[in-house]
């Protein structure tokens, strides 16, 4: 079965430095990877995704992620972080074959001290 | 385009009463998913759907049930309600079609439910 690790549940930066989130990833065969953000009293946004080729993938909001197989990583990057940046974050995993699921790690909240 | 609705956006129920939440899409989407949201624990599947009559189980099921009659529509039910599933439930779909697993699910606002 597939699963998501995101190590922290706490990532503090501050506005302008740069901000990784992290993620591992666990699943048999190939993955799908995905970073959503979630705002307070909201749902999920979509973020990025990575699917196959290059392994850095750009995304919304000037977000961008890295795929690393040999590690089993997908860390979400921002070279320049905004305070409204701050929010919780969630990475996702799904094989690329057969009807699996989307599984979600814990999530991480990012917190962008002016 | 309305996107995923789920009805109702919040709810109060005494232990031992039942109720059904809804999810609508209006996107066509082959795949459901109900997953809950609780402090430190993420978003944990509970069911999902791969199509039109198919449910399966996610990773925490017990004291749920869902069904998929309308492509579109997919319901959770909880027959006696529990304090421990108080939560905050997403519903979410995605057009993973012919084994099209790539595109990104798309997110309602959520359910805000207390047991009492």
């Known amino acids: 079965a597939q699963s998501v690790a995101q190590p922290e549940d706490q990532v503090n930066v501050a506005e302008g430095n740069p901000l990784t989130v992290k993620c591992t990833y666990s699943?048999?065969?190939?993955?799908?990877l995905f970073w959503y953000v979630q705002y307070p009293n909201r749902g999920l946004q979509f973020l990025l995704k990575?699917?196959?080729?290059?392994?850095l993938v750009k995304g919304s909001y000037g977000f961008e992620a890295e795929f690393n197989k040999s590690q089993t990583s997908f860390h979400l990057k921002k070279p320049s972080a905004l305070v409204s940046d701050s929010a919780l974050y969630f990475c996702?995993?799904?094989?690329?074959?057969?009807?699996?699921?989307?599984?979600f790690g814990k999530g991480t909240r990012l917190s962008v001290i002016a | 385009n309305a996107g995923v609705t789920q009805t109702p956006k919040f709810r109060v129920l005494k232990t031992g009463q039942s109720m059904t939440l809804l999810c609508a899409q209006d996107?066509?989407?082959?795949?459901m998913y109900w997953y809950r949201q609780d402090p430190g624990m993420g978003l944990r599947l509970i069911h999902y759907?791969?199509?039109?009559?198919?449910?399966a189980k996610g990773e925490v099921p017990d004291g749920y049930n869902v069904s998929r009659l309308k492509k579109q529509n997919f319901l959770l039910g909880l027959e006696s309600a529990a304090p421990s599933q108080t939560s905050v439930y997403f519903c979410a779909s995605n057009p993973g079609t012919g084994g099209i697993a790539n595109t990104e699910a798309f997110f309602g606002q959520g359910t805000r439910l207390t047991v009492v």
């Open positions: 759907s791969v199509g039109e009559g198919t449910t």
């Open positions: 990575y699917i196959t080729g290059d392994n």
């Open positions: 699943v048999s065969g190939n993955p799908y």
């Open positions: 996702a995993v799904r094989t690329t074959s057969g009807n699996t699921p989307l599984v």
């Open positions: 996107m066509n989407h082959e795949y």
